[in-house]
């Protein structure tokens, strides 16, 4: 990036924060700060270790500094600005997940669009908000786009501040699905003095197998007998003597099955749900990034900010506007609407933003602000002369 | 209020500690004069080390009771993690002993036998009525040793406490006090993964909620420990605790692994060693399986980055904040290595072999390795920290 880029950029990031209003994470006076500016170096360097004590007002810093990242931290401190983490004296920390583009199995880098990475980034992200909303019970939510390729997630309700690195290691596996035991998603029970194996229906990965099968079970008694066999019989494991069985079995045993009595349809029964854990878990599963959920010192991107890679802004979502929020074009920063401006375009290509499709030509053209901003912040264009 | 028996029997619980308390017992005085109560409290420790409880009450209730401080003294006076940890849970494996047998006794008479304990109080005493309750509802009526609900029945205090009708009971604990409590707990079944969890409660069965209440004890008697001991009880307990310490050495309990025997290393870590060693990029699951398990066998930073053989200045600074992240520097807790399970979720269990399939059931790379040395004749052995011959390695050996 050439100097007058990062000095074009620097100061409309800083128009930006005199013109926009910041709503805090909660105690951030108790939080550590930190961000990286804008400079020439090849790497980044994040000064860290800040307190808002240091900092004076949030707004205020933001217009006089102009980082090109600005981050807070999970964890709240009696000392925020000590320059180790053990002289901070850690009170608790938020729940934070991360769920980033580069992290996504259904993802194929180098080939899907940066929409189509967001979309299937969102996709994930209604597959966490569903652990944590029915699983976890849940209250205080914030869901927020990265202004990158993901979103994040901060939970703050009051039993989870406490929670040490391994617990929170225990959430991350739960919602990835790392570590579930087929045969532990089983329970047995008393039926007339008999034990009898039976799904866990009320909670868990049992109730989500569970489901899983219900389903299977419908749209197999909707199919005729021997397109019904023959489905089952594509499962591993099992022939044409055990998809009878099996198939006879869910035929009669519908209200058994509903309630998770699974000792009726023998051998067959089992290996159906041995399939079904590893596929519901492949469905279901919320590949976030292990160590940013783990970690309780953890910094993440401050909401209302802007991404110094994308120049989009990080932001806040409702919930209820979450099916309908489109990153590419809802966190486009205001300021940057309504203005053209030149750049050099250096990689040039297809962009989509603002709901527009560009096809980009190398050399100088002029384009609308929030455009050029993006491209120069990803690397792809310089400032050009006005 | 007086000594009663319950207190002795009990004697972590708050209303035990008023006790002491109001008896007026000065503990300097105590364990200058009292003779037998000192050598009840040397026998808590004693018994914690050798058999994992704090062995049988003595009869006099005030000697029981006030053993108890005196054990935490001489704890916290020869102040080795591994011997407070012990101790710790062998006051809770007591108290589990007890409990499960007042929760389990249904004569007419424990309804009015005051010295027994009732799950309600139990739960009341650690702040845990309003986050576990039972799924029959019954945990709701809150019913306690002061108050006449308890002679009623159908309460949680009466014999159906966590069996009723030979069925284990069910109930409910709200998701952050489980993940607390079953922390310690190694078996796959205790994973959150593992766990009927809906609302923000996991399941957990009668049994299950009596393990999840001895490490709430665990947590309570580790609470303060160790303490500052005033010059004159330090003094007056020189002997005791020197004895201890002894003890504690011919136990041999405080190295815990810390031997470095690569040869001996489950197939999976010998696999991620090798593959550091050879610089290649590993996924984060494995340079933390890798760090996580070499940490818990003993090794420092320093060894470690060592060991792996990274070039100085490419990726040592890395790693170097990588296993201090592993090893707690930067954070509040402990990381514990991954389980078999977790390691074949990732990929990272290869060329699995007899001993993983046979012997350690497929349950934690550790326990294969300690299964390795237990076969090894000690002397035989060769902790590749001495091996190495690096000087450095005496100094920050130590855990
Ligand atoms: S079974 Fe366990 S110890 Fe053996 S290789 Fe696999 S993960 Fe390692």
Redesign the pocket.
Known sequence: MQEQTRAYLRGRFGDHYRRTEFTPPPEANEREWGYVPWTDSPGETMVRHRSLLDMGSLEDFLAREKPKHVYFSAGRYDDPGASSMGAKTWRSSDLVFDLDADHLPSVTLGEDSYAEMLAKCKDALKRLLDFLDDDFGFDDLTVVFSGGRGYHVHVRDETVQQLESDSRREIVDYVRGIGLDPELVETTEMRGGVTARVLETEGGWGRRVHEHLLTFVDDLLAMDDDEAKARLQEMDGIGEGRANTIYGALENNAEALEAGNIELGGVGLRTLLDAFVSEVVEQQNAPIDEPVTTDVNRLIRLPGSLHGGSALQVQRIDRADLDAFDPLVDAVPETFVGHEINVDVTDPGPVELKGDSFNLQAGEVSVPEYLGAFLMARGRAEKAPE | MTIQPIHARYPFRETARQAVGEAGVDLAALVAEDAAVVERGVERVVWALEDGTVGDAHDVDRIELLSYPVARVLVSQVDEHILTRRYAEAEAATAYERFTADFADTTELKSANAQQLSLSDLLAEFDLSGVIRSADGSLASGASETSPERRSGGGIGDGSAVVSDGQSREFRVEVGTYLDLASDQRGDEWGLVNRALADGEVVVDGEELLVLLRQAVRHRVEDGLPLNVPAAIESELEAEAADLRERLSELDLTRDIDTVVPELF????KSLLDRVQKGEHLEHHSRFAIASFLTSIGMTTDEIVDIFQVNPGFGEEATRYQVDHIRGATSPTDYSPPS?AT??SYG??????D???DV?D????L??YEHRLDQEDEDDLTDWREQRGDDDAEADSEA
Not at chain 2, 362 to 365: I, V
């Open positions: 489950p197939p999976c870590m078999c390691m074949q990272d269990c290869v060329n699995k072999d001993i993983c399939e350690i497929e349950s934690h790379p326990n294969y």
